[in-house]
């Protein structure tokens, strides 16, 4: 009984992944058609229990990085998927969007120099987001 039981949590397991992934892709798209700058996807499944993704993006300006922000929350709201939370949108510097497995980081470009994430996260694999084939497997 207890093979089964493991079965079973690996199978829910793999199922909360998938769709932490296609939270990550769905905002990282969202991102994309704010035309928001080198927005990328960091897999930390592995690397940390902080959260399952990390989607890092830059906008030109406060009002772009809000507008992306805004964005991409709209987005993810028609699915149905609302934060826990959402952090600097006021000053729109650096505004954080905790969806718990998925935490989506929309930085300024000087800002996102500055504490430059993806360099801390070096081993976090890149997820390509542009792949449309993936939301077909």
């Known amino acids: 009984m207890a093979l089964n039981s493991a079965i079973i949590f690996k199978k829910e397991t793999e199922v909360i992944h998938i769709e932490s992934k296609i939270k990550a892709i769905a905002a990282a798209t969202a991102s994309a058609d704010k035309k ?5 996807v960091l897999e930390l499944t592995k690397l940390t229990e902080i959260a399952d993704y990390f989607v890092i993006c830059s906008g030109d300006s406060h009002v772009h990085v809000k507008a992306i922000a805004e ?8 699915q149905g998927i609302k934060p826990l939370s959402v952090e600097g949108l006021s000053s729109a510097r650096w505004v954080l969007m905790d969806y718990g ?9 000087e800002t996102r120099f500055y ?3 993806e360099k801390l996260w070096l081993d976090a694999p890149r997820i390509q987001f542009e792949d449309k084939d993936f939301l077909a497997r």
């Open 36 to 40: 928001a700058n080198n927005p990328a």
């Open 71 to 78: 964005h991409i929350d709209d987005e993810l709201r028609k």
């Open 101 to 109: 497995d998925v935490i989506v980081h929309v930085f300024d470009n």
């Open 115 to 117: 504490y430059e994430l």
